[in-house]
């Protein structure tokens, strides 16, 4: 039962970032814009943890799987939106922050590995 709610709260999060990368940034005073490259990196750090807590996928399932869905958001704000459109730099963003997470996720592990 435990290992449904975490893929619940995975796929619930997976929506709720979509939707964040498709709707419309409304000026509120902060320029987000200059910021852009920063939060695709952040989210897909913190996506790409969530996806390897709640499904523990293979590297090379969740390489597919998080590189894949940059892609396709990118798509996505091109085709579906006339406000946003789709950059190459974000989905290096995007790349980037996976790569990050895995990079801290293996060196974590192996120092784990290390103290034990």
Not at 35 to 50: R, S
Not at 62 to 81: H, K, N, P, R, S
């Amino acid at each position: 039962m435990k290992r449904h709610l975490y893929h619940a709260i995975c796929l619930l999060v997976f929506t709720g970032a979509t939707y964040g990368f498709l709707m419309e940034v409304k000026s509120s005073g902060l320029n987000l814009n200059s910021y852009d490259k920063h939060l695709h990196f952040l989210i897909f750090f913190c996506l790409t943890a969530l996806l390897q807590w709640s499904y523990k996928p293979k590297l090379w399932q969740a390489v597919v799987i998080m590189a894949g869905y940059g892609v396709a958001i990118e798509f996505l704000q091109q085709y579906l939106t006339s406000y946003r459109r789709a950059e190459f730099m974000d989905w290096v963003a995007d790349v980037s922050g996976m790569a990050a997470f895995y990079l801290c996720y293996f060196a974590v592990k192996k120092w784990r590995n290390r103290t034990q």
